[in-house]
Nanobody, 118 residues
Framework: VQLVESGGGLVQAGGSLRLSCAASGRTFSIAAMGWYRQAPGKQRELVAHITKAGSTNYADSVKGRFTISRDTAKNTVYLQMNSLKPEDTAIYYC?????????????WGQGTQVTVSS
């Protein structure tokens, strides 16, 4: 499975961005997808997760502000980010879990930078 993210950029605090992740290749095997982020000097962390059945899960730090969704016809997953804070600044990665959902991604995108200015 190949993943390509887009939609990152620079935004002021309180603003919004929408990230997209287009999957190609063995898309029939995808059981779940997630958005992760890694800030400088910090470990990569899960931001949002969505299963093939549509169940979602969010990090506490983004609940109520971020929404993960998918368009199965386009093999694309989105992350709508509202009320952005400077602490949301990070490289955001899309990931796919194949065959079953276990929060252990099998494929990763190249990442897209999100910078939130105060």
């Amino acid at each position: 499975v190949q993943l390509v993210e887009s939609g990152g950029g620079l935004v002021q605090a309180g603003g919004s961005l929408r990230l997209s992740c287009a999957a190609s290749g063995r898309t029939f095997s995808i059981a779940a997808m997630g958005w992760y982020r890694q800030a400088p000097g910090k470990q990569r962390e899960l931001v949002a997760h969505i299963t093939k059945a549509g169940s979602t899960n969010y990090a506490d730090s983004v609940k109520g502000r971020f929404t993960i969704s998918r368009d199965t016809a386009k093999n694309t997953v989105y992350l709508q980010m509202n009320s952005l804070k400077p602490e949301d600044t990070a490289i955001y990665y899309c990931a796919a879990e194949e065959y079953y959902s276990d929060y252990m991604p099998d494929s990763w995108g190249q990442g897209t930078q999100v910078t939130v200015s105060s």
